[in-house]
């Protein structure tokens, strides 16, 4: 019989095994802890984002300041130049005691002629409101179409010498692919109630009749446009042929014909002219949860719509 070196080895063995898994017991809590905080950390700022605590014209414990707002991209009712959002945000401008006046920054091309024509709407109503609080546009990049239709609302339009300004017109555009589906065999099957219910269809031939029915309804709309510009600018308008043709016109040239006042920015309005050199920001901000719904959702629908129903823009 073998004599055994080291009697107790197996006690050590098991000694060692315990003192290990003893080891990886307080490293997975550890872990596990992290875990945990990364977690709550997570979820915190989750809340944070769907109840989004950065409302308009927060810090309204400032004193007398120039309030802002921004209005940025295409108009749309699912973007963030929509009616609502803009409209919520000007009126929270207005109504503080404490803003000496309201700056409206625009860098937008158009869009919809209904999201811009409720923005002109509440504006006017606004002013009457609030008939002492003076209310500025400052345009930045492009402030065309739709953009304009919503400008000429205000006191005063001011831009830089090549900001891109007017684009006083309505386009209502799509695609035809008749000549494609002939080469390739492929037939058009559309059945529906009513004659003028696959009206401008991209896979249908144009109908005379209905092409000139499109015409007369967008022609209104800029018979619209036009009067809406002619009452906010009145005479500051110069007798120009082509002033409402869609042409658009640099700051230089847009202020020598009266489509803009002159030149600024948002510092030198509030300094300058409100004596508010304080700029609070009042645009609403998109929240966390309304990013998450259009990401999965609210974008794909508004893409099907437009591509099954095109509706005229300001553009």
Request: charged share 25%; net charge neutral; proline share 4%.
């Amino acid at each position: 019989m073998e004599n055994n070196p080291n009697p107790n080895w197996e006690r050590q063995a098991l000694e060692h095994l315990l003192l290990e898994n003893l080891k990886e017991t307080r490293k997975a809590r550890r872990w596990k802890a992290v875990l945990r905080v990364l977690t709550l950390l997570v979820i915190v700022g989750a809340l944070l984002s769907i109840f989004d605590f950065h409302l308009p014209g927060k810090g309204m414990g400032v004193e007398k300041h120039t309030a802002l707002v921004t209005l940025e991209g295409e108009i749309s009712s699912s973007s963030m130049a929509n009616a609502m959002d803009i409209n919520s945000s000007l009126l929270s401008a207005f109504e503080n005691e404490q803003s000496a006046g309201v700056v409206l920054r625009i860098n937008s091309p158009g869009g919809s002629p209904v999201q811009a024509g409720m923005i002109n709407d509440e504006i006017h109503r606004l002013r009457k409101l609030y008939p002492k609080k003076p209310f500025y546009v400052v345009v930045e990049d492009i402030c065309a179409s739709g953009g304009y239709y919503v400008a000429v609302a205000a006191d005063q339009i001011l831009v830089d010498k090549a900001s891109l300004v007017g684009s006083i017109g309505v386009i209502m555009e799509g695609f035809g692919f008749t000549g494609l589906m002939d080469k390739l065999g492929v037939t058009r099957r559309m059945i529906t109630s009513g004659s003028n219910k696959g009206m401008m269809d991209p896979f249908s031939k144009e109908n005379p009749k209905q092409i000139e029915m499109v015409k007369t309804m967008i022609d209104e709309i800029h018979q619209q446009f036009i009067a809406v510009v002619k009452e906010g600018r009145g005479d500051r308008l110069k007798d120009v042929p082509d002033l409402f043709s869609g042409r658009i016109w640099n700051g230089e040239q847009a202020v020598k014909i009266g489509l803009a006042d002159g030149y600024g920015t948002i510092d030198t309005v509030a300094r300058d002219i409100f004596k508010a050199p304080d700029i609070l920001d009042y645009t609403m901000k998109e929240n966390f949860a309304e990013r998450v719904a259009k990401r999965f959702g609210a974008e794909a629908g508004a893409a099907a719509g437009k591509a099954l129903v095109k509706t005229p823009d300001l553009k």
